[in-house]
Protein backbone atom coordinates (compact mmCIF):
# COMPACT_ATOMS: atom_id res chain seq x y z
CA UNK A 1 0.00 0.00 0.00
CA UNK A 2 3.07 2.50 0.72
CA UNK A 3 5.65 1.56 -2.69
CA UNK A 4 5.82 4.38 -4.75
CA UNK A 5 8.25 2.94 -6.63
CA UNK A 6 8.94 -0.15 -8.21
CA UNK A 7 12.52 -1.25 -10.22
CA UNK A 8 12.31 -4.32 -11.84
CA UNK A 9 15.58 -6.37 -12.29
CA UNK A 10 17.43 -6.70 -15.00
CA UNK A 11 17.06 -10.63 -15.27
CA UNK A 12 13.29 -10.62 -14.84
CA UNK A 13 11.33 -11.56 -18.22
CA UNK A 14 7.73 -11.74 -17.10
CA UNK A 15 5.67 -9.21 -15.30
CA UNK A 16 2.92 -11.50 -13.86
CA UNK A 17 -1.16 -11.35 -13.38
CA UNK A 18 -2.15 -8.82 -11.12
CA UNK A 19 1.47 -8.15 -9.81
CA UNK A 20 0.64 -4.80 -8.44
CA UNK A 21 -2.56 -4.85 -8.32
CA UNK A 22 -4.19 -2.23 -5.69
CA UNK A 23 -0.74 -0.03 -5.08
CA UNK A 24 -2.71 2.75 -5.50
CA UNK A 25 0.10 4.50 -4.48
CA UNK A 26 3.12 3.59 -6.84
CA UNK A 27 3.86 6.42 -8.89
CA UNK A 28 6.82 4.76 -10.75
CA UNK A 29 7.24 1.49 -12.45
CA UNK A 30 10.97 0.90 -14.07
CA UNK A 31 10.75 -1.98 -16.42
CA UNK A 32 13.84 -3.00 -17.96
CA UNK A 33 14.22 -4.70 -21.77
CA UNK A 34 14.61 -8.30 -20.70
CA UNK A 35 10.53 -8.08 -19.73
CA UNK A 36 9.18 -9.93 -22.70
CA UNK A 37 5.67 -10.00 -21.26
CA UNK A 38 3.51 -8.21 -19.13
CA UNK A 39 0.55 -10.02 -17.44
CA UNK A 40 -3.14 -8.40 -17.51
CA UNK A 41 -3.88 -5.96 -15.27
CA UNK A 42 -0.68 -5.46 -13.55
CA UNK A 43 -0.84 -2.22 -12.45
CA UNK A 44 -4.93 -2.62 -12.16
CA UNK A 45 -5.44 0.13 -9.70
CA UNK A 46 -2.23 2.16 -9.90
CA UNK A 47 -4.37 5.02 -11.22
CA UNK A 48 -1.12 7.97 -11.17
CA UNK A 49 1.88 5.29 -12.47
CA UNK A 50 4.20 6.28 -14.69
CA UNK A 51 6.16 3.48 -16.51
CA UNK A 52 9.64 4.26 -17.50
CA UNK A 53 11.29 1.72 -20.21
CA UNK A 54 12.75 1.66 -23.72
CA UNK A 55 12.00 2.71 -26.94
CA UNK A 56 10.43 -0.88 -28.94
CA UNK A 57 10.00 -2.09 -25.39
CA UNK A 58 7.14 -4.63 -24.01
CA UNK A 59 7.12 -1.91 -21.43
CA UNK A 60 6.08 0.79 -24.08
CA UNK A 61 4.21 -1.53 -25.55
CA UNK A 62 1.29 -2.62 -22.06
CA UNK A 63 1.93 1.34 -21.37
CA UNK A 64 0.56 2.52 -25.16
CA UNK A 65 -1.96 -0.68 -25.15
CA UNK A 66 -3.69 0.35 -21.12
CA UNK A 67 -3.28 4.20 -21.79
CA UNK A 68 -0.56 4.69 -19.25
CA UNK A 69 1.93 7.80 -18.72
CA UNK A 70 4.98 6.90 -19.94
CA UNK A 71 8.73 8.00 -19.86
CA UNK A 72 11.49 6.63 -21.83
CA UNK A 73 15.30 5.76 -20.68
CA UNK A 74 18.05 5.43 -23.14
CA UNK A 75 21.27 3.46 -21.93
CA UNK A 76 22.49 6.67 -20.37
CA UNK A 77 19.31 6.90 -18.29
CA UNK A 78 16.12 8.67 -18.50
CA UNK A 79 15.23 11.09 -21.04
CA UNK A 80 13.95 14.45 -20.25
Known amino acids: ENLKAAVIP ?8 Y ?6 SLK ?5 KSVKRIGAQAVLGCGSVTI ?11 AEENNI ?9 LLL
Do not use: A, H, M, Q
Open 10 to 17: ENVKRIGN
Open 28 to 32: KLVIP
Open 19 to 24: SFCGCS
Open 69 to 77: LFSELSDKG
Open 52 to 62: YSYPESRGKKF
